[in-house]
């Protein structure tokens, strides 16, 4: 099983510009998590899907970021227009609902930098 | 809301030292309870959990028991090494949501001396 796949593995690029960050989950798990990961404010859960639909994206911090999950194998987390403090790790996880059993495995996240 | 509260680091330790990290939760129903493992660069792995009060989790030698009359979690390992140096969080899943997510705690930074 290759795991989740993100990508780009890192990302540079310039305050203003549109960032779009991409994950593949693992075939055959229904839930999918983004989260963030800074310094100062620890892993914050921005959004996630169940079945390819979003359930809560309570966690994504403004208008400026928004996520898609077209289909069961894909989904994109875009950041428009992006600002310096959008700077962080952005991981992807995901996860077959089993009750009790539920585990998240995680992809290797996209080190993001906004200059 | 539901929450999960874990000790502040760095923890800094000698090889073959005992390993505390204290964890203590928040929660409306009946979680269940992880501590997921981040070493550097990669994305986090679980390393142990338990489903309900009493249970212990244990793997690669870390312990931690579900203690719901203290709602606590504590990660315990009788002897760490070099190789357990990493970032550890503490979560839990509310596992009567039909659709849960996953709470982290902040994390807490272990580094062991050789």
């Known amino acids: 099983d290759a795991g989740v796949i993100q990508s780009p593995r890192h990302e540079v690029t310039e305050m203003g510009q549109e960032v779009t960050l991409r994950c593949k989950p693992i075939?055959?798990?229904?839930?999918l998590f983004w989260y963030r990961q800074t310094m100062m404010r620890g892993l914050e859960l921005l959004i996630y899907f169940n079945n390819n639909v979003p359930i809560d994206d309570s966690g994504m911090p403004e208008d400026r970021f928004s996520a898609k999950m077209p289909n069961a194998s894909f989904s994109t987390l875009k950041i428009q227009p992006s600002e310096p403090r959008d700077s962080a790790v952005y991981f992807c996880a995901s996860s077959l609902l089993l009750g009790t059993n539920e585990k998240l495995f995680f992809g290797s996240g996209t080190q993001l930098s906004v200059l | 809301g539901d929450s999960v509260t874990q000790m502040e680091g760095p923890v800094t330790l000698s090889e073959e030292a005992f390993l505390t990290i204290n964890c203590t939760y928040t929660?409306?129903?009946?979680?269940?309870l992880f501590w997921y493992v981040q070493y550097p660069g990669e994305g986090l792995q679980l390393l142990l959990k338990a489903t309900k009060a009493d249970d212990k989790g244990s793997n690669k030698g870390f312990e931690a028991t579900y203690r719901k009359e203290t709602t606590s979690f504590h990660l315990e390992k009788g002897s760490v090494q070099v190789s357990d140096s990493a970032v550890y969080f503490c979560a839990l899943s509310d596992q009567y949501s039909s659709a849960s997510k996953i709470i982290f705690g902040s994390g807490t930074r272990l580094s062991i001396r050789p």
């Open positions: 075939s055959g798990h229904n839930s």
């Open positions: 929660a409306t129903g009946y979680p269940s």
